[in-house]
C-alpha cells in the first residue's frame, strides 16, 4: 500500500476534525477547532502530519516540541495520532511515528513522548512495538 506522509494544510481540516472527534469520541465545535487547527499549523513548534493514500487523508498525527528545564533541551510530544479503521495495521501509523521521529530530531529534540489512556491497549501496544518505553504516569486534574 503506498502512503505518502506529509505537513498537514488548511485543506486537511475536515478529515482531521473528524479524526479529532473520532478520536475523542465526541463532537468539539467545529468553528473553533478549525480556528485552533488554522493557527497550530503555523507555529513552527507545532509539527502536524497527514497520512495521504490516492489524495485521501486517512490518518494524522500532531506533535508539539517545547523546551523544558528538567531536560536541559527540547522535548518533541505526540498530541494527536489517529488511523482510520481500514487502514490500521498497514503500516500508516509506524510510517507517521517514523516521520514524527525524523523531523523531531532534526529540529534537535532530545526525546519523544507520547501520552495515552490507560484503556487504550492497543494503542500502548502499536506505541511499545515503535520502541517508546513505559516510564511515566501521567496524573490528570480536570475543571
Not at 490500521?88 to 529534540?109: D, F, M, N, Y
Request: net charge positive; charged share 30%.
Amino acid at each position: 500500500m503506498v502512503i505518502d506522509i506529509r505537513k498537514a494544510k488548511p485543506e486537511d481540516f475536515e478529515s482531521v476534525y473528524q479524526f479529532v472527534c473520532e478520536l475523542q469520541t465526541r463532537v468539539f465545535d467545529k468553528a473553533i477547532l478549525k480556528r485552533l487547527y488554522l493557527e497550530n499549523i503555523l507555529k513552527k513548534d507545532n509539527l502536524y502530519l497527514v497520512a495521504v493514500r490516492n489524495e485521501l487523508p486517512i490518518g494524522y498525527l500532531s506533535c508539539h516540541i517545547q523546551i523544558l528545564l528538567h531536560h536541559a533541551g527540547k522535548v518533541a510530544e505526540i498530541q494527536e495520532m489517529f488511523v482510520l479503521p481500514g487502514f490500521r495495521s498497514h503500516g500508516v501509523g509506524q510510517q507517521l511515528i517514523e516521520e514524527i521521529k525524523r523531523l523531531t530530531k532534526k529540529e534537535g529534540a532530545l526525546q519523544l513522548e507520547v501520552t495515552t489512556r490507560a484503556i487504550r491497549e492497543k494503542a500502548i501496544a502499536f506505541y511499545q512495538r515503535e520502541s517508546f518505553e513505559d516510564s511515566h504516569k501521567k496524573l490528570v486534574y480536570y475543571f
